[in-house]
């Protein structure tokens, strides 16, 4: 099997080495694992969709009620 560097990763999917990192860290690229303290990543590996919101709506999280 053939795998890339995060560097040619990030070239291959548009994105900074770095992000692919983070991606790598996460858990998020099936596949990826460490050799020494570089990440490798098979070169068939699919990029990650982008998990970001795009509709604009917040989730917004229940705060505790604050006694005064």
């Not at 990826?32 to 917004?60: H, L």
């Amino acid at each position: 099997m053939k795998y890339l560097s995060t560097f040619e990763a990030a070239e291959k999917w548009g994105i900074s080495h770095r992000r692919v990192n983070v991606l790598c860290n996460e858990g998020r690229i099936t596949g990826a694992q460490r050799a020494g303290s570089r990440w490798i990543i098979p070169a068939d590996a699919e990029k990650p969709a982008d998990a970001r919101i795009r509709s604009g709506k917040y989730i917004k999280k229940p705060t505790e009620e604050r006694g005064t």
